[in-house]
């Protein structure tokens, strides 16, 4: 098992925001394995992928993107990694 923390990125920007960041990364933080695994941070909105909020949330796991995250989606994705450090 690696020391390595999985790092999660989820955009609070506006469209995100909107459209349920706040909720994801509270589900990501109640999670005391996800707690114990990962790093979660806010990042701002990347206009490159925003498009009028119609990718939102947009969430990065390691480099890997997200668009449309669900927090079943995004939860089920980080605890396969876990089980795979
Ligand atoms: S607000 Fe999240 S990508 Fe723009």
Not at 65 to 76: H, R
């Amino acid at each position: 098992m690696s020391d390595k923390k999985i790092d999660i990125f989820v955009c609070m920007g506006t469209n995100c925001t909107f459209r349920g960041a706040s909720q994801l990364i509270e589900a990501l933080r109640s999670e005391k394995k996800i707690q114990e695994y990962c790093s979660i941070h806010e990042m701002p909105c990347s206009d490159s992928v925003c498009d009028h909020s119609r990718r939102s949330p947009v969430v990065k796991i390691d480099d890997e993107l997200f668009l449309q995250a669900k927090p079943e989606v995004i939860l089920e994705e980080v605890y396969k990694r876990i089980k795979n450090t």
